[in-house]
C-alpha cells in the first residue's frame, strides 16, 4: 500500500517513512530537497517536486494512487519565521493549500499532518491540555495552526480525513543508525551539545534565570522515531474511525497505548491527569 511523504527526506519525514515500511506500506518520497537529504531516502522511491506544483504532484498521485498522505514538507526554524515571515507563509501555508487543492480536486485521500505544539503560544497552565487556547507567537506557529483550520474547512466542505499531530522538540535519531539528525544550520540542543563535547567548545545555553535549581530552561523532549510510530499509528487508526472526536495524547507512549484499546465514539479522556504536554492529536 503506497503512501505518500511529503517531506519524506527530511528529519521526523525520513524516520515515518522507516517506520512505514517496517509496517509493510511502500512510503513515496515527495520532497524538493531544499532542506533534506537525498541519503535518508531509502524504503521507497523518491519524487523531486515542490507541494506548491498542482501539475507535478497530480502526476504522482496518479502513478502511484496513494492510500494517504503524511504531510512533513515545511520550513521549522521559529527564529527563520521571526525574519522572514512571507517564507514561512508562502511555503507552509501556501504551498499546503495548493497541495490539498491538488488532493482534493484527485480525491480526498486521508492526511495525517505533522503540526506542533508551537501552535498554543505561552501557556495559561502546564501541563498544557490539549483543548489549551491556541494562540501562537511566531510566524512558525501561525502556520501551523493555518494549516489545521484549513484541514477543518475542508472535512466540513468535502469530507477530506485528517488527524494533525502536535508535539515539542524532536530528539535522537534511528537505534540502527541508518538515519539521522542533519540540519544545516543545526539550532537543535542536544546535537549541538554533542558537536560541542566532540570539539571541545562550548556551547550556548540561551537563559539562566529561569524558576529553577541551575536557572537553565526545562524542556519536553520526544525521540523521533516515537514521533514516527505515532504518525503511522495515527494514519492506521483514521483508516477505521469516521466519526469526529478529539483526544488528549502527551506522550508518543500514551498515543501507542490508547491506538490499541477499543476506542469509544464521542467521550474524551480528562486531560488533568496527563503528563507535560508534548504530543496531541486532533483527529476528523
Known amino acids: 500500500m503506497n503512501i505518500l ?16 515500511a517496517a509496517k509493510g506500506y511502500v512510503p513515496i518520497t515527495y520532497d524538493n530537497l531544499s532542506r533534506g537529504n537525498v541519503w535518508a531516502v531509502k524504503w521507497g522511491p523518491l519524487e523531486k517536486a515542490d507541494i506548491a506544483d498542482g ?3 497530480r502526476t504522482v498521485l496518479e502513478k502511484y494512487q496513494p492510500r494517504a498522505l503524511m504531510h512533513f514538507a515545511a520550513y521549522a526554524y521559529v527564529g527563520e519565521s521571526v525574519e522572514q515571515p512571507l517564507l514561512y507563509y508562502g511555503n507552509n501555508f501556501t504551498g499546503t493549500a495548493a497541495m490539498l487543492r491538488t488532493v482534493v480536486d484527485y480525491h480526498c485521500i486521508p ?10 503560544g505561552l501557556p495559561e497552565r502546564v501541563p498544557i491540555a490539549e483543548d489549551h487556547p491556541q494562540r501562537p507567537i511566531n510566524p512558525y506557529g501561525h502556520s501551523k495552526l493555518f494549516v489545521e483550520r484549513m484541514l477543518a474547512d475542508l472535512n466540513v466542505a468535502y469530507g477530506l480525513p485528517w488527524i494533525a499531530l502536535r508535539y515539542f522538540n524532536a530528539a535522537g535519531a534511528d537505534p540502527d ?41 526545562v524542556r519536553d523532549y520526544i525521540h523521533v522515531s516515537d514521533i514516527a510510530d505515532a504518525h503511522v499509528q495515527a494514519l492506521e487508526s483514521l483508516e477505521v ?20 484499546r477499543p476506542k469509544p465514539s ?8 496527563s503528563p507535560r504536554a508534548a504530543l496531541a492529536i486532533h483527529r476528523y
Open 55 to 57: 501539475q507535478r504532484l
Open 177 to 217: 543508525g541508518q538515519i539521522g539528525e542533519a540540519h544545516d544550520p543545526e539550532t537543535h540542543l542536544i546535537p549541538l551539545v554533542l558537536a560541542a563535547a566532540r570539539a571541545g567548545t562550548p556551547v550556548a545555553i540561551f537563559g539562566d534565570d529561569y524558576d529553577t535549581r541551575d536557572g537553565s530552561c
Open 266 to 273: 464521542a467521550a474524551a479522556p480528562s486531560s488533568r491527569k
Open 111 to 120: 492526511i495525517v499532518f505533522s503540526s506542533s505544539c508551537a501552535t498554543y
Open 5 to 20: 511523504v511529503t517531506g519524506g527526506a527530511g528529519y521526523i519525514g525520513s524516520h515515518a517513512c522507516k517506520e512505514l
Open 241 to 260: 474511525i469516521a466519526a469526529r472526536s478529539i483526544w488528549p495524547m502527551h506522550t508518543a507512549i500514551q498515543l501507542k497505548k490508547w491506538l490499541r
